[in-house]
C-alpha cells in the first residue's frame, strides 16, 4: 500500500506564525517576508508547493495554487488546514521554525556548551539544525505550541 506523502507549502507573508507552526509539526513551509506575488507563484509551480494566503486576490489569480485561510486565529487556520489536508496523519520529522531545514537528533554534549546553564539540568534531548545550527529541546515554548497543536 502506497503511503501519500505531506504537502508542502508556501505561507504567505501574512501567515509566518502559522508557518512556525507548520514546521514544529514537521512540514516543509517556506516563508518570506516579502514576495512578489509572480515570484511566490512561480516558486509554488517549480516546487510543487501549495501557497497558503488570506490574500483573497493571489487566491483568485488564475493558476495560483492556492488554498485560501478565512480565518485570522493560528488554531482556526490550523483546523482548516487539518480538515483540508489530513495534517495530522502523516509521520514527519520537525523542521527548523527559522529555516525550514528538518532537524536531527544530537547528544547533549555536543551542545552543553551552546545551551542555557538551566536547560542542561533539565533536559537530555536535543535537536539541531544542520543548516542554521540551532539548538531544539522540548522546553515550555515547545509544549504550549504542540498544546495549541493538539488542540486541533
Known sequence: MKTESAPIFI??????????????????????????????????????????????????????????????????????????????SYELTGRCIICNTQLQSVEKGKVEDKIPKKVKLYFSEFEICPTCSRIYWHGDHYKRMMNIIDDI
Open 11 to 88: 505561507a504567505d507573508c501574512h501567515l509566518g506564525k502559522l508557518a512556525k507552526y507548520l514546521r514544529v509539526m514537521g512540514f516543509d513551509t517556506l516563508y518570506f517576508n516579502t514576495i512578489d506575488d509572480n515570484d511566490l507563484i512561480e516558486l509554488a509551480d517549480k516546487e510543487e508547493r501549495i501557497i497558503l494566503t488570506r490574500d483573497r486576490a493571489l487566491h483568485e489569480r488564475e493558476k495560483a495554487p492556492t488554498f485560501y485561510l478565512e480565518a485570522v486565529d493560528n488554531l482556526e487556520q490550523l483546523k482548516a488546514l487539518q480538515e483540508h489536508f489530513k495534517i495530522k
